[in-house]
């Protein structure tokens, strides 16, 4: 079998295109804040690409970039000021953080209504209990992508390799509410390989290049590649390139489908910040939230 490639960034562009009609049949302009400290370079082009796709969108974006040394008060302070703007509905921390800062204090001080990265221990909440919550991006876009080639999970047997509260639990608790029967596995799942065989959708969020080998898919599964690792190139040109944790050739061989890395799940999760920034305008406007992205 050779497996269907999932082309992630063509499904981000049709959903991009599906918010910029969103935004403009609103009465409210969606802002979002997004707020950087330090000048890590993959960060920064992290924060560009969001701007970017905030303003094709029509979604105004604020850009706070605060020096490395910013002290955890002063950032807890513009959180606080952006809280209270009115012109601004969704606000992104760009993790990671400064050590000297507790990424955790920083996750709640966000008004959950403005958590468009969806790590607010209410929206955490709320989703675990099913009601509607600003969903963590990453996992949306793995449900949205499965659901791409095989629109009802129900009864599927999914294996999530990876238990981070940004992906592995959220993905956990999005595909119970599809009615698949779930499994997570972490570094100390005992036979991960024979986990993994038992999976009709396998999301592989570990971080580590090319881990999952193709004879570990079971003939048929619907493969989701979360991982983003560089490894150097083979052509000695001393350049870097970007694997997944699935090694995709061999996996390609024996999934249905299965999303390569890079073009898979990495264009879904900005479309995914978009689509929570334009829920959050609606909710906070008291308008309603256009059904073409409300799911
Ligand atoms: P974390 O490092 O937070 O979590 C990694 C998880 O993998 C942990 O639960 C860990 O287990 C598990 N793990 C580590 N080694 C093994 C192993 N040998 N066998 C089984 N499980 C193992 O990573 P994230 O969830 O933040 O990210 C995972 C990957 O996804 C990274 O490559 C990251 O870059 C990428 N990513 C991509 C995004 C995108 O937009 N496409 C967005 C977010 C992340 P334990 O808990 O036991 O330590």
New binding site residues.
Partial sequence: MTAIRIDGKAVAEALRATIGEAVASLNVTPGLAVVLVGEDPASQVYVRNKIKACAEAGIDSFHHTLPVETSQADLLELLDRLNADASVHGILVQLPLPGHIDEQTVIERIDPAKDVDGFHPVNVGRLSLGLPALEPC?PRGCVILAQSVQPDLSGLHAVI????N???KPMAQMLLAENCTVTI?????RD?AAMCRQADILVA????PQ?IKGEWIKPGAIVLD????RIPREDGSGKNRLVG?VAYAEAAEVASAITPVPGG??PM?IAGLLRNTVIAAARLAGEAVPGSISR
């Avoid at 390799?161 to 981070?164: D, F, H, K, Q």
């Avoid at 969020?205 to 580590?208: D, E, I, L, P, S």
């Avoid at 979360?226 to 690792?229: E, H």
């Fill in positions: 990453t390799v990876g238990r981070s940004i992906v592995g596995a972490h570094s100390r799942t991960l969020a570990v971080g580590r881990m979360v991982g983003i690792n944790d799940v990495g999760t």
